[in-house]
T-cell receptor
Framework: EAGVTQFPSHSVIEKGQTVTLRCDPI?????LYWYRRVMGKEIKFLLH????????ESGMPNNRFLAERTGGTYSTLKVQPAELEDSGVYFC?????????????FGSGTRLTVV | AQSVTQPDIHITVSEGASLELRCNYS??????LFWYVQSPGQGLQLLLK??????LVQGIKGFEAEFKRSQSSFNLRKPSVHWSDAAEYFC???????????FGTGTRLQVTL
């Protein structure tokens, strides 16, 4: 089966611009998660979708970040306007079961650099 | 709140040498514990996980980890490291039915030939 796919793999944008990251989960996985790793720090939870609904968005840093999952398939994460501190690696993951105790399948991440 | 500490930011070992990566967690009850690895250009791959039962857990690629409740630790080990093991390793914890993983800051492993 295809894994979790993320686009683009790298993105370099200027401060103030908009960037949209995309995640295609494993087919049939209702649960989709976004995580972020800022340079040198831990990987942090951003939010959790169950199908098209946001189950938990407690990790979203501020209202410049907008996540959507229309139709319960792929998800997008938009940053508008981007700031320097948004640089990092954004990971997407998916799972059939809605608890982390079984582990997720992660994508390879999108490395975002804001200059 | 749960937390994970990986005290070693960077470790260098020679190929064929043994490896131990440290992980300490903080959680009020028995946690679910994980080790993930990220090789260059790859996603996070699950190496192994601990739920309950036997405290020594076997994973993929010849890795194992031991859960020690008294020390709140879940150290990752490998008896003989291969050059392809060079990567970044992350310890993570989740409690109960929670959906969020809490990660440590990662340990970057360099393997010298």
């Amino acid at each position: 089966e295809a894994g979790v796919t993320q686009f683009p793999s790298h993105s370099v944008i200027e401060k103030g611009q908009t960037v949209t990251l995309r995640c295609d989960p494993i087919s049939g996985h209702d649960n989709l998660y976004w995580y972020r790793r800022v340079m040198g720090k831990e990987i942090k939870f951003l939010l959790h979708f169950v199908k098209e609904s946001k189950q938990d968005e407690s990790g979203m840093p501020n209202n410049r970040f907008l996540a959507e999952r229309t139709g319960g398939t792929y998800s997008t994460l938009k940053v508008q306007p981007a700031e320097l501190e948004d640089s990092g690696v954004y990971f997407c993951a998916s799972s059939q079961v809605g608890t982390a105790s079984y582990g997720y399948t992660f994508g390879s991440g999108t490395r975002l650099t804001v200059v | 709140a749960q937390s994970v500490t990986q005290p070693d930011i960077h470790i260098t070992v020679s190929e064929g040498a043994s490896l131990e990566l440290r992980c300490n967690y903080s959680y009020g009850a028995t946690p679910y514990l994980f080790w993930y690895v990220q090789s260059p250009g790859q996603g996070l791959q699950l190496l192994l996980k601990y739920f309950s039962g036997d405290t020594l857990v076997q994973g993929i690629k010849g890795f194992e980890a031991e859960f020690k409740r008294s020390q709140s630790s879940f150290n990752l080990r490998k008896p003989s490291v291969h050059w392809s093991d060079a990567a970044e390793y992350f310890c993570a914890v989740v409690g109960g039915t929670a959906s969020k993983l809490t990660f440590g800051t990662g340990t970057r492993l360099q393997v010298t030939l």
